[in-house]
């Protein structure tokens, strides 16, 4: 990953990403840091308007879900702590251009109000993203991408309910997706189904903008 394999006491590490689902690689990340530092913050992403979360193809499942994906694996009193801080609140367009817009500061210090220690440091394995991290000065470490992208394994799992009937009961553990997911994941994300479904054949509407998906809904 580029730092040191010493256990760095007293000192944290910030995971900002979309977990949307939780994955193998988002694991084996996690662990990694948590084996690095003395504290993981992962935080889950949020859109909201009129304090509604917004959830659409690409952000299917909401940050109640993904924090249970991450504590189902974890327990809640590993070193590892979710957290609810980093959140876009419509209209989305305030927070851009980012370093100039204030609303964006704004959101970088309320991701870094509720870190109990004084040294930390960012994990992003995206090297745009780190550019922009370093610049917020939440002091990015190098990294490498996650081998299994969140986004095939979404596709993976809207190519299944497409094919199913309003009658389908899983039936199992073995589809293709769930070898990249966590087991204690997968149940959930079968708890949840129906997102699943209700997402499968909806349009993408979100917006790509420098790097970042906003939703379409509260964008403007």
């Given at each position: 990953?580029?730092?040191?394999?010493?256990?760095?006491?007293?000192?944290?590490?910030?995971?900002?990403?979309?977990?949307?689902?939780?994955?193998?690689?988002?694991?084996?990340?996690?662990?990694?840091?948590?084996?690095?530092?003395?504290?993981?913050?992962?935080?889950?992403?949020?859109?909201?308007?009129?304090?509604?979360?917004?959830?659409?193809?690409?952000?299917?499942?909401?940050?109640?879900?993904?924090?249970?994906?991450?504590?189902?694996?974890?327990?809640?009193?590993?070193?590892?702590?979710?957290?609810?801080?980093?959140?876009?609140?419509?209209?989305?367009?305030?927070y851009l251009p980012p370093l100039v817009s204030p609303y964006s500061w704004f959101l970088r210090n309320n991701i870094i109000?509720?870190?109990?220690?004084?040294?930390?440091?960012?994990?992003?394995?995206?090297?745009?993203?780190?550019?922009?991290?370093?610049?917020?000065?939440?002091?990015?470490?190098?990294?490498?991408?996650?081998?299994?992208?969140?986004?095939?394994?979404?596709?993976?799992?809207?190519?299944?309910?497409?094919?199913?009937?309003?009658?389908y009961q899983p039936h199992g553990y073995d589809e293709d997706w769930q070898k990249d997911i966590p087991v204690e994941v997968?149940?959930?994300?079968?708890?949840?189904?129906?997102?699943?479904?209700?997402?499968?054949?909806?349009?993408?509407?979100?917006?790509?903008?420098?790097?970042?998906?906003?939703?379409?809904?509260g964008f403007f």
């Amino acid at each position: 990953m580029g730092y040191s394999n010493h256990k760095q006491f007293g000192k944290a590490v910030l995971l900002l990403a979309h977990l949307n689902p939780v994955t193998n690689s988002h694991i084996r990340i996690i662990s990694n840091l948590k084996s690095l530092y003395e504290t993981v913050y992962i935080f889950p992403v949020r859109f909201l308007e009129h304090k509604r979360e917004i959830n659409t193809r690409s952000f299917p499942f909401s940050y109640d879900i993904r924090r249970a994906m991450i504590e189902t694996v974890f327990g809640s009193t590993s070193g590892v702590v979710v957290l609810p801080d980093y959140v876009f609140c419509a209209p989305y367009i305030k927070y851009l251009p980012p370093l100039v817009s204030p609303y964006s500061w704004f959101l970088r210090n309320n991701i870094i109000r509720n870190i109990s220690e004084s040294k930390f440091v960012s994990y992003t394995g995206d090297w745009i993203e780190r550019i922009g991290l370093k610049l917020y000065r939440l002091n990015p470490v190098k990294a490498n991408r996650l081998e299994i992208s969140a986004s095939s394994i979404k596709e993976m799992m809207y190519a299944q309910a497409r094919e199913e009937n309003s009658n389908y009961q899983p039936h199992g553990y073995d589809e293709d997706w769930q070898k990249d997911i966590p087991v204690e994941v997968s149940k959930l994300i079968w708890d949840n189904w129906i997102l699943v479904k209700k997402y499968a054949s909806s349009p993408d509407e979100t917006l790509k903008i420098m790097g970042m998906k906003f939703p379409t809904q509260g964008f403007f």
